[in-house]
């Protein structure tokens, strides 16, 4: 049985930094793409970055630049690091895995920008 296993969120100031981890496993052919979406409350989920196996990211244009996504393929772990992150940045963030077997979602964790 496939599972991500995210890390937890948290509450940080407005220009601050968060680092947020996602291990999948359960899937014998691997994953392809993994990445994160966010949701806020009112808003509709939004792809916030992908990476390929190879290495190749996308990011949503409100987090370019800040955000970096990484891939360690070795332990199917992609690291999500957040710097100057604003007000807006406030949602749950929700990792996923696509495997031969279709897409796979983490149990989501709670990131809070806040003063």
């Known amino acids: 049985q496939v599972r991500l296993v995210e890390s937890e969120g948290g509450l940080v100031q407005p220009g601050g930094s968060l680092s947020l981890s996602c291990a999948a496993s359960?899937?014998?052919?691997?994953?392809?793409?993994m990445g994160w979406y966010r949701q806020s409350p009112g808003s509709q989920r939004e792809l916030v970055a992908a990476i390929t196996t190879g290495g190749s990211t996308n990011y949503a244009d409100s987090v370019k630049g800040r955000f970096t996504l990484s891939r360690d393929n070795a332990k199917n772990t992609v690291y999500l690091q957040m710097n100057s992150l604003k007000p807006e940045d406030t949602a749950v963030y929700s990792c996923?895995?696509?495997?031969?077997?279709?897409?796979?979602w983490g149990q989501g964790t709670q990131v809070t920008v806040s003063s």
């Open positions: 359960g899937s014998i052919f691997g994953f392809n793409d």
């Open positions: 996923f895995a696509n495997s031969l077997g279709g897409r796979h």
